[in-house]
């Protein structure tokens, strides 16, 4: 079954580099683990959410606002797409996530499929 993990980061919390997560042995230990098992099917790391632009329509008129569409104590920071066997292994992956370990969260949410 498919799952998508919502990375969750505190707003106003410390927003690592890449290059900074490329060298975090948490995130390295993450990494290998699930590119082991061949879990993860795509995802993305996200521009900080001051780049958002939210994009409403009201009454046919396009309405554009800078920033997240709402303010929040955190902020989606990335995505993974895994293919598991159920909601409890999707949960134990999510839940040695350096983001769930470091005041962050993750979500898990099914793909309709």
């Not at 980061?9 to 098992?37: K, M, N, Q």
């Not at 995802?43 to 329509?57: I, K």
């Amino acid at each position: 079954m498919k799952y998508v993990l919502f990375i969750c980061t505190p707003a106003g919390g410390e927003e690592l580099s890449p290059e900074e997560i490329a060298e975090d042995p948490r995130f390295t230990a993450y990494i290998d683990e699930v590119r082991s098992r061949d879990v993860v099917k795509g995802g993305a790391r996200l521009r900080p959410h001051t780049d958002a632009t939210t994009v409403r329509v009201q009454g046919g008129e396009v309405l554009l606002s800078d920033g997240p569409f709402v303010e929040s104590k955190e902020y989606v920071a990335g995505i993974d797409i895994i293919e598991v066997a159920d909601l409890d292994e999707a949960i134990a992956l999510a839940s040695r996530y350096p983001a769930a370990l470091a005041d962050g969260s993750v979500e898990v949410r099914p793909v309709w499929e």
